[in-house]
Structure formats: C-alpha cells, structure tokens
C-alpha cells in the first residue's frame, strides 16, 4: 500500500494533464420575495417595497421583515410586517405593524417590531419580538414583548414586559426586554430580561417552553454552585445574547457577588442545563494553559450540543500586554480549557514573523468545526492585506482559508479581495463569507458572496455586476441584473438567526435596480458538488479541488472521505480519481 504522503503525489502528478476539467453544477437561486408583488395575507395591491432582518431555518425556509404599500396599510403609508415561507411551501403572513396580537386580556396593536431578525426553526416555529402601540392601558413599562407564531395556529405572547416572572417572588414583574430572539429545533426559546420590583431592580433569563410555561434559568439572587453560602449571580454581561443549543442548555456570561468574590474572580462563563443544573465552564482568575497570566474577561461565547463552548477571552496577569492579551479558546466543564489561536502567535500558513493580532468572534458548528476572522500583523502587512479568515477543524489546528489581497475565485485575471467579511460557518462545515474586489475590469467595491467547503478554495456564489436566473414561487424562472448584494453574518447555531441553512442553502438580499428604482428582494442560493471530487462545489474540477483533497487527506480531515465509510485510506484516493476524470457532463 501506498504511503499517504507518497499516494498524494501520485494524485496530483497523475491529474496534472486534466486539470481544467469543466463541470456544470452552478448556483442555483430560488426567489422568496422581490418588490413590486403582492404581500400574502393583506388586501390586494398592499405590495412589498423592500426587505430587511432576513434569516433562514436549519430546514431552509426563510423569514424576514418586509416593507410594504398599499390597501392593507393603515391610510395607505408605509408600514412593516413579518412573513415566514414554511418548507415547500408559499409565503405566509405572520404579524402586521398596526395588526392585532395576542396580550393578557385581550387584544393590541404592534406599533414596531424589534431591532433583530424573526427567528424561526425547521418545524415551521416563528418567533418575533414587537413593541405595542400604546394606549387602552398598554405605556411605557409594558408595551415591549415577545410572540410565536406555530404551524397551522395563532399567535400567541410568549412574554410581555409588566408580566410578573416567574420563579422569582410576587412582586417581581419583567421591566425590560429586547434581544435576540433564540429558538432550537424542540420549539424552546430563550431570553434574557431585566426586572423590577419595590426593593429595586434585577434581571435574568428563562426559556420559554412550547406549550407557553416559562422556567426560570438564573435570575439575581440565585445561589452559584459551589461557592460559600451568600455568593449568587447578579446580572448576565450580554443582555442580548442568550445562545440555547438544541438540548435545551444556555450559556451565558455572568457578574457574581458575595462573601470572598472581588473584581478578580467575579466574572465568569456558565451553561444551564435542561434540567436546571448549573456549571462553571470559564471563571475570571483562572488559569490559562500553555500559556502566562490568567483569564479576565470573556466575549460573548457559543456552544453546541456536545458540550464544546468557544468563545474570545481576554488575558491578564505576568508576561500579558495588550499584544497577546486576547485569544480564541475552547473551554469545557469537563476539560481543561485550550487555545485555537492567541494574539501574538505565529500565523499557521503564513511566512514566519506574521502573527496574529485581532480577533472577531468565533463560529462553532455541531460537528466542532470552528471559523473566524482575524487581522494579522508583521513584515509586508499593511491595510490591503491585513484581515483574514482561518477554519479549524476538530481538535484540529487553524488554517488560512482566504486573505485580503487573495486572487478573487470568480472573476477576472488579476482581481483580488480588497476587503473579507466576517464569515458564517454551517452546520455540514461549509464557510461563507463576503468580501469587496478590485483590480482589472472590476467596478470599485464590486461586492459578492462565497463558500468554502471541505477547506477548498472558496467559491463565488454571487456578485455584483452579474445576471442571474431565479425559480419563483409559482415555478417560473425571472432573470435579474444584480446591482447590490446584502449578506447577514449572523450566527448560524444556538437557535439564533442563521443566514445559511444545514443543506448549505444560502440566504441573500439582492438589488437589482438602477438608481433611484430600490428594486430588491431575497433570494435562497443552492450549490451542490456535481461529484464527490468537486470539493468546493464550484462547479469546476480544477487544481483547486486536488489540493483541498490532498490537504484533507494528509490532515485526517473526512471531506477527503470520497467513498462516504468513514475511513481514509487508498479508496478515497482512487476514488477521488476516478471522479475526477468522469467530470461532471
């Protein structure tokens, strides 16, 4: 048997005179809703004139919130509404600025709805947060809440502010509420909330149940596990960030206080369990291994069902300065924690001297595939090549994916990345991202969208200055000339909004109208590998899949698993080979 170093070389060598190889699997592009069309569920003429806080389920429907004109607007201005395209199915209408909805006693009106995009999960659950139209006994303190919208039944208010809480004393009522709203496959939904009551003001989280009861997670004043009597929580850090995995478990990061606890040690990360228990993943104070100082601050975190928690966490202590004060790690409850990537670290798959310097927060999938953006510093970098994108694979070490200043995939000879987004990572392990391009024949900030998969070379999905053919609703395809592409970064686990699907369907905003016309609409981008060799599904086999295949081959990665039985061996590569040459015609 070949080695695999040995068998890799082979490959390469032996594929060199079919390189080029053309295969015609495209992105597809499915239409959700464009201006210009009627809104379902309002009186005819009421049409969509734009769309904002969009978000796609694990099952790949899609909801957002949409502009709107017309008969089914209060005296015919402009108004919002929240609508939901159920799988395979048409677009539904969920909830009306000025339409009625559900409060205790009766009925009101939505004046507003929040800053964040609907959620919604692949059993067709809805979640929305809404601020009421005052009036009739609904003022400041009670006007702000959260409702949920089922398959085949009504609204109905999950929690509103003034509610009294739950799990806390009688007097104590919700004063406050507006995050992201969080809801995991179950139907169960988490938020965090600040109270009030005669004796001050508090806060905490529950998580809402499907059938409407609400439990308690943490709220100020709860005991903290394992410390002296008197020690409890305060307040969360991250009013709006209250990440539930699929288990039921939130994670959040929070303030302590009581007898022993100072500035030193009372911060720290926790996970609620689906049975009420409590543990301590993270603590301020707390060593960092393999490395000088201790832990003392922590960005907001994610998680996943088993257990892995990833998150930013700031350093302090001896030999800690604000050059490698920061780093990504992965920590968990029943491990000790370890680093993914530390400022002032050499840069894996850049020349020596490059280190990292920056860090946006980290994405985390089921299966403890990790993304992240970072900015990089040392000889030679400047502002045009300084942000980047690495991918770690599990209990894997970080590799550069793409770069400011990279060739461009998708257009012309000499363009390049001006500019990387903050990439989302899905739940098979594919990355997407945006970025802007310049170079010859390249409009300024031309902007687009790309995937990676199996850690190929990314993928254009879609671009400004392109022509596109899209499936409606009613089957017919439509034709556009995309002028603007939007794409959400949105984190894509812990049942917040997602903006890529678990099939790896990829959910856009597209303008295609010329100024002053604001034609846009949203639109779901499918692309799929036309053969196992097609590792970054672009619809072309090139030197671009061999190298990703070789590199998850040598790194024990299974995207290079070709033959699907979860072992690499020399079936993959022959395999692989064998895909390769058939091509895709």
Known sequence: MLSRGLASVVLVVGLLPFLGTTANAQPSFRTVAVTGEQAPGLAAGTTFIGFSRMSISAGGDAAFLGMIEGPGVLNGAFGNGVWHEPAGG?????????????????????????????????????LFFATLRQGGGIGFGNARGLWRTAPGSFTTLVVREGDATTGVDDETTFSFMESTPLLNASGQSAFTALTRNPGGSGGGMWRAEPNGGLVPLVTTGTAVPGESAGVAFALPKYVNHTPINAAGDVLFVGSIAGVGIDSTNNLGI???????????????????????????????????TAGDVVGLCVLTGAGVSSEN????????????????????????????????????????NELGCIVFRARVAGPGVDESNEWGVWSVQPNGAAAILVRSSDAAPGFPAGAWFDTVGTPVLGASGAIVFTGTVAGPGVAPDTRGVWMSRGRGSPALLVREGTQIQSIGPDGSVRAFDVTDVTFLAQVDQDGGPRSVSAQDEVL???????FPSLDNGVFVISSEPCNPADLNADGVLNVDDIEAFVTAFLSADLAADCDANTVLNVDDIECFVAAFLAGCG
């Open 90 to 126: 048409p677009l539904a209408f969920v909830a009306q600025q000025r339409g009625l909805v559900p409060i205790i006693g009766g009925t009101a009106q939505i004046e507003s709805f929040g800053v964040y995009p609907p959620v919604h999960n692949a059993q067709g659950d809805v």
């Open 270 to 304: 926790w996970a609620v369990g689906a049975d009420g228990s409590i543990d301590e993943i993270a603590r301020e104070g707390d060593p960092a291994p393999g490395i000088a100082g201790v832990f003392g601050d922590f960005g907001a975190p994610t998680h996943n």
């Open 325 to 364: 004060d920061t780093g990504i790690w992965v920590l968990r409850d029943d491990r000790a924690p370890a680093p993914i990537a530390l400022e002032g670290d050499q840069v894996p798959g850049l020349p020596g001297g490059l280190v990292f310097a920056e860090f946006n927060s980290p994405r985390l």
């Open 508 to 514: 856009v905003g597209l303008g295609f109208g010329s």
